[in-house]
């Protein structure tokens, strides 16, 4: 599955945000530092009203959402590059993720201990990615060593890694992230396998006030327009209020987010943010028994896109019958679909979008 790792200095509200997310006491939030030992990991349903859509048509008994891993990642300090804390867990944790959210605080309590003795988001920010800039800085510098040798035999994978590499150096010297780097669509592959921390992309939560959950707040602007500059998202979220929410139940969390002026639970933005930040896309199956959704990676065809159902239908497959989400509604479901001529057949080389309702053809 897909991975989102959950970082941010100690004390802003991490594992306040996981354990909304994941609705456990797995991860109890504590005002001390380092109290996150070992990473936790929570799946979550990614939340999408046309899942629901589709299943009230069809008449389906089940509805089953899309998933996605949270990771709440060992708190991370000022000199986590030179090992302090908790940091060559933290690094070697956030190596693993497809993609960072960044949870900054945004909120004033001062009976909450801020690290640095102060709330300064933007400044937060740039303490941890100065840390990770630091460790990609110093792996780069140990891999281009250890190209040395193969360089001088002339080995072509050898000269690409060193050429990628060096762009790597030149952005990080510079103190700016990898994800600054513009990389060719034919190296994005060798990229990727650099497994650059500053080259995941990023996702700014602003862990606001209370009061300002609707609306966000001084500091959650600040963030935005940093996030803005740098081709990051963001997104304001109170992490004290999701902890309350997730305890209620479907009517009391309606009424409680009326109250607060919230037209859903910030998480499920979060999520959806999460879910647009790693460039997936859902496909539906949709039937009597069930409805469900499936994830895949932007750009995927119909093949591989079987193959996330089952191994099988990837090996042995034939065609797609294909009916895009808003026919599909629009026609009243799948036989108002085929009578309208709305339903597609589609072979291997077609680009699964965002939305399609598929029944998948294969030869076992
Ligand atoms: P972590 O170290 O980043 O995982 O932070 P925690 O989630 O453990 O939170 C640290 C402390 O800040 C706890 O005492 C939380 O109750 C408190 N806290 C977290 N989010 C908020 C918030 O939105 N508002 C306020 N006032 N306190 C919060």
Redesign the pocket.
Known sequence: GFKCGIV????????????ALTRTAA???????F??IEPNVGEVSVPDPRLNELARIAGSRQIIPARLTFV?IA?LVKGASKGEGLGNQFLANIREVDAIAH?L?C?E?D??THVEGRVDPIADAQTIETELMLADLESVERRLQGLARRLKSGDKEARDQDRLLRMAAEALEQGRPARTVAVAEEDARAWRALQLLTAKPVLYVC????ASAATGNALSEKVAAMAAEQGAASVVI????E?EIAQLDDAERAEFLAELGLSEPGLDRLIRAGYELLGLRTYFTVGPKEARAWTIKAGTRAPQAAGVIHGDFERGFIRAETIAYEDYVACGGEQGAKEAGKMRIEGKNYEVADGDVLHFLFNT
């Open positions: 941010g200095l100690p004390n802003v509200g991490k594992s306040t945000l996981f354990n991860a109890q939030a504590a005002n001390f530092p109290c996150t709440d708190g949870v605080r909120f309590d009976d909450v862990n606001v006030d209370e109170s992490a004290a209020i902890e």
